[in-house]
């Protein structure tokens, strides 16, 4: 087994460099890490904050958490987004609900075991002192939100109610019935528009961040084009926060928004930002399942739906055509339940994703068929209507009953719902220390942004609880003592640096308009997430990343040869949007593989073949890759070449807790 | 199914537009209306013509982002978002009109992409509870009753697609603010500044260019989210107290 992971180490696509030595954490036990970094962060005199000028890429929950924030402590802030407005960023789609440690249930909940219950549902492979940290934060974000009008589910005493998730036993989820993105961010948002009111913070919206400018080492300021006017303006600053999201849609099909995209980190990293573990994408184990060939994105359905629903498929795969309700319940094998009898259908969703894929690879998938394979499992509410009824039940789930009825036309009162793994959010990220400070100076980096505290899986319900905690907690705390050191060296919009940045964005986009070839943005988009799905998804082999790699590349040539966008430059022009986005996901899918490629062990949804127990449950390999994968750009032309990227390993160490092979048995 | 589709295209803010007529073809009752515009779009680029601009992320109901006058009806024949709108709504050689959202308060930026800054601004003007990060009393020092925290969550939903003005004679905005209010209205956090919040958020919904509600009712009728008209009874009843007092 060791013989052939250790077979050809990198194939000359990257060398590796000097080892990450140190995160900034402060010394002592973990649970006074937060306290104690807190306490020496350097203060700014509130008459000092105002001459301060903080740019924040991205309104979602970090960034809009940070600006309002930033804003009501008087600095100068400055928000940026390409939506229309602050609150539309894809947060707003999260459905299920967000934990926090306040133990309401009385159920055995604690700081500490929400810690434990991340790092372990990360696989080990997430940082424990910022988990930590997370963990501690998270009864405050409750507090906060209550406060701002959130309007959370409650209990008839007037209380706070709540629900479990995947990967844990205890109900510390708070939720707003299907849509507690939404609710968050309104109350985000809300709180940034009050902030644009007293005059602390200018919103950019349809403005899209295309370059970090970095003068003597540090992040200065962005340059960015107006998407209504076209302009490409340039905004300088004492620190760039980006807190633009993840990069899920390097697959093409993905829940996320059709906007989400990699640029504001590609460019970040280009200019010498690591990106961190960038091949731990998370698979959801309960989307829509595709339809069709036309098909531009995948609808998620919470996973709070495992809480009150079983999934099965047919025991026999003469059964899978059958109407589910004709299928006797000894012809059904509730596999979850099986395999899992402990955490049933609320294993984690690694785990739920690769059962699933494995029940449909055996023939016993449900729905129409996509190509030769059905490709859908079954979430049966059908005890649960007549456990609770059917009234109690849409109360819980009702609107995410009548979305699946649109989409797919079908009534799940009456037939079991479908469902199957789809691309839902990445881990993987933008490089950040305790302080979520990225490797250049000044560039902090916020929410699904950075890689740090989901490790190689994403426990339900904390990506919204690590984008309220950076955004509100922590980086306002660490960018203050960053803020402190200034006042630095002027910078001026003619500066060599800056200009060099404006002429680097305007000669991209002079170039993509100007290509005029004959295939759209979309196709290469489809077929770029049609190679990620394929051979960096929920399995991956060393055969099939060197192959993803070529036809990447290959992929990546074409591009800039025969990409057509029409229209001009000094307009609206959503062709050109995309094109300069998906320029950028070309690069990365590369990246991506070439991470997933030196990672010889299965590790979350990260599923290397070369490496299973017996019994098919991923093997992680701690004496050789407990590391954090964190990759430097070594430049390129910016026309497509990705250059030898190099390799610099961060030591994940583990004092609070004890490393072991995940069972959820 | 094969599709006649007129289409409104104006290239810019200060252009004149006009209805274009598209024809589309094999499209399935599975797609989403955006992903048959989508079609439309490759066969523009296809044939060297500049694909038709709207907007749209999420594509599953909730960022507010899409909206667009199909034949008529805001975000077109079914309760839902554009995005969520599904090709079996329509009949094989259907004639479609598209449009852009009409409202002087919501100026064409390009083809069906408005600018629904207004809202923004409107809620700028009050639509928060005041209360800095860092400051908020344990979440349940102040319990909610449920039917009380159940409205809150109803008028909470409203997405900030415009759809209400869209569908308003007048292009008034008083179900979007009658939501709001209600929301924080109903809650114990939101008391404080109930009566400076109307009396703000109304003020800034007349500068804005918007009109006068006058209960014709279109506006819950397309909401996509069911936010009912009586938030607006909120509204005008809070706004009564507020000048009262």
Known sequence: ?665 | MNLTLKIWRQPGPRHQGSMQTYKVTDISEDMSFLEMLDILNEQLNAKGEEPIAFDSDCREGICGSCGLMISGKAHGPEKTTTCQLHMRSFTDGEVITVEPWRANAFPVIKDLVVDRGAFDRIIQAGGYISVNTGSAPEANAAPVPKPHADRAFMAAECIGCGACVAACPNASAMLFMGAKVTHLSELPQGQPERDARVVSMVDQHDHEGFGGCTNVGACSQACPKGIPQDVISTLNKDLRAALRR
């Not at chain 1, 306040?102 to 500490?112: F, I, L, Q, R, T």
Request: proline share 4%.
């Open chain 1, 1 to 665: 087994m060791t013989d052939t992971i250790n077979a050809g180490i990198t194939h000359g696509l990257y060398t590796e460099g000097e080892p990450i030595a140190d995160t900034k954490a402060p010394a002592g036990p973990i649970a006074q890490m937060w306290t104690t970094r807190r306490f020496e962060a350097a203060l700014v005199n509130p008459a000092n904050r105002r001459k301060l000028d903080v740019i924040i890429v991205g309104t979602g929950l970090a960034g809009g958490s940070a600006a309002a924030t930033l804003g009501e402590a008087g600095y100068n802030v400055k928000s940026f987004c390409f939506q229309d407005s602050p609150r539309r960023a894809h947060s707003i789609a999260a459905q299920g609900g967000i934990n926090a440690a306040k133990n309401y249930k009385e159920d055995g909940d604690s700081v500490y075991r929400l810690f434990y219950d991340t790092v372990k549902g990360g696989d080990y492979r997430s940082r424990e002192t910022n988990v930590y940290r997370l963990a501690e934060v998270s009864a405050n974000i409750i507090d906060q939100c209550v406060a701002q009008g959130v309007p959370f589910a409650r209990d008839y005493g007037g209380l706070l109610d709540n629900r479990s998730f995947g990967g844990v036993q205890v109900s510390r989820t708070f939720y707003a019935r299907g849509q507690t993105g939404q609710q968050l961010l309104i109350g985000a948002y809300q709180a940034l528009e009050r902030q644009v009111a007293a005059g602390t913070v200018t919103t950019y919206t349809r403005h899209e961040m295309l370059e970090v400018v970095v003068v003597d080492g540090r992040a200065r300021g962005i340059i960015v084009r107006d998407l209504v006017t076209g302009e490409i303006e340039t905004h300088l600053a004492d620190a760039v926060v980006l807190a633009s999201g993840g990069y899920g849609n390097v697959f093409f099909l993905s829940t996320n928004a059709m906007g989400s995209n990699v640029t504001a980190s590609w460019r970040a990293h280009r200019k010498g930002a690591y990106m961190a573990n960038p091949c731990y994408t998370q698979i959801h184990p309960t989307c829509i399942p595709v339809s069709g060939e036309h098909q531009s994105k995948l609808t998620l359905m919470s996973e709070s739906l495992r809480n009150d629903g079983r999934i099965w498929v047919p025991k026999n795969r003469e059964d899978c055509d059958k109407d589910p309700r004709d299928i006797p319940e000894e012809d059904r094998d509730y596999y979850l339940e099986r395999i899992y009898p402990s955490y049933g259908n609320l294993v984690p969703r690694d785990i739920a994703s690769r059962q699933a894929k494995n029940v449909c690879d055996e023939g016993r998938g449900v729905g129409p068929k996509v190509g030769d394979f059905r490709r859908g499992v079954y979430l049966d509410f059908a005890d649960a209507i007549e456990r609770l009824g059917q009234e109690a039940v849409s109360e819980k789930y009702g609107n995410l009953f009548d979305m699946y009825a649109r989409i797919t036309g079908e009534d799940p009162y009456k037939v079991p719902m479908r469902i199957y793994p789809a691309v839902h959010y990445v881990m993987g990220g933008l490089w950040v220390d305790y302080d979520l400070q990225s490797s250049i100076p000044g560039l902090f980096v916020a929410g699904e942004a950075n890689f740090s505290d989901h490790g190689a899986n994403r426990l339900g319900a904390s990506a919204l609880m690590q984008g309220l905690a950076d955004g509100y907690f922590v980086l306002p705390n660490t960018i203050r003592d960053y803020l402190a050191k200034a006042p630095f060296e002027p910078v001026t919009a003619d500066h060599p640096e800056v200009v060099a940045a404006r002429q680097s964005v305007q000669s991209r986009t002079e170039r993509l308009l100007a290509i005029n070839g004959e295939r759209s943005v979309d196709s290469f988009h489809r077929e770029l997430g049609q190679v990620m799905w394929e051979y960096c998804g929920m399995e991956r082999s060393e055969e099939g990343l060197l192959k993803a790699i070529d036809l990447i590349r290959g992929l990546r040539e074409e591009f800039w040869r025969n990409v057509r966008v029409l229209g001009a430059a000094d307009t609206l022009n959503q062709s050109l949007e995309r094109a300069g986005r998906v320029a950028d996901f070309l690069e990365l899918g590369e990246l991506m593989c070439i991470d997933a490629l030196h990672r010889r062990e299965s590790c979350g949804g990260h599923f290397r073949v070369e490496s299973q127990t017996e019994d098919g449950e991923a093997l992680r390999h701690d004496d050789e890759y407990a590391y954090v994968a964190a990759w430097e750009s070594t430049g390129g032309d910016g026309f497509g070449e990705l250059g030898t990227p190099v390799l610099h390993k961060e030591d994940l160490v583990y004092e609070a807790i004890q490393l072991k092979q995940r069972s959820y048995k």
